[in-house]
């Protein structure tokens, strides 16, 4: 029997009894039609997997009841990969997001470049980045993470490779002579860069190699936006990270 995984912010702990947030109740009940008594998966981002009873399915509200915490806890990731890339227009960033979360990052920020076609104002763009956010939630609802990658406030490219935060990583370039199995291992995380659709401006490489990013190729393809973090996160991975 299928068992629902659901994010909810509240503090977990085996025992206790909750009052489930609108959105996940109204999926629980109006979706997938559960009743009172009917076992889910809780978490809330602390690593673990809470085993949990519907014990009060009404109009005005849905409860549960935490039987037990589950072991074990999700471990912390082999390397930490943060995605920082450039927002694309449609289900692209989307889809971007969705899948680096099923890979294994650890933290995304979206940027925005020269070349972005996507110009939102101030409060456009915070509903997008709330929207980004529950993506990732989604995902890890869907792929079974524990851990919840964070998403950062979005930001002008220029201006996070000059914060001083940052400090190298990679960038996706398919002019670059270099690949990924020539570059010695990371230690312990990466930033890992994708420009937008028409790529990044010349100054804006010349910016991030200033800020210590190494440009990389993936084969002799030019990858589109959404396909290219997917593929360096997924070789990432096979070659340093968890797929190992």
Request: proline content about 5%; some cysteine; overall charge neutral.
């Amino acid at each position: 029997m299928q068992q629902h995984r659901i994010y909810t912010s509240q503090p977990l702990q085996s025992g206790a009894s909750l009052t489930l947030e609108e959105g996940p109740a109204r999926h629980l009940t109006q979706v997938l039609r559960l009743k009172a008594g009917a076992e889910i998966i809780l978490f809330n981002g602390d690593g673990h997997d809470y085993l949990a009873r519907l014990d009060e399915v009404t109009k005005r509200s849905t409860g549960a009841r935490i039987e037990q915490r589950l072991e074990p806890a999700e471990a912390p990731a082999a390397l930490q990969i943060q995605l920082a890339i450039a927002i694309s227009k449609g289900e692209r960033m989307d889809f971007a997001i969705q899948k680096a979360v099923e890979l294994g990052v650890t933290g995304i920020t979206p940027l925005i470049s020269e070349r972005c076609v996507v110009r939102l104002p101030g409060e456009r763009l915070e509903k997008k980045l709330q929207h980004w956010r529950q993506v990732i939630i989604a995902a890890c609802e869907q792929s079974g993470r524990r851990r919840i990658p964070l998403c950062h406030e979005v930001v002008d490219l220029s201006e996070w490779l000059t914060s001083g935060e940052i400090r190298g990583g990679l960038l996706l370039d398919h002019r670059s002579e270099h690949s990924l199995p020539e570059l010695d291992p990371p230690r312990g995380g990466i930033h890992l860069l994708i420009g937008p659709e028409g790529g990044l401006s010349e100054m804006e490489r010349n910016l991030a190699a200033t800020a210590g990013f190494n440009g990389v190729r993936l084969g002799p393809r030019v990858l589109r936006t959404e396909t290219a973090p997917l593929a360096a996160i997924a070789a990432i991975q096979a070659l340093w990270g968890d797929f190992r």
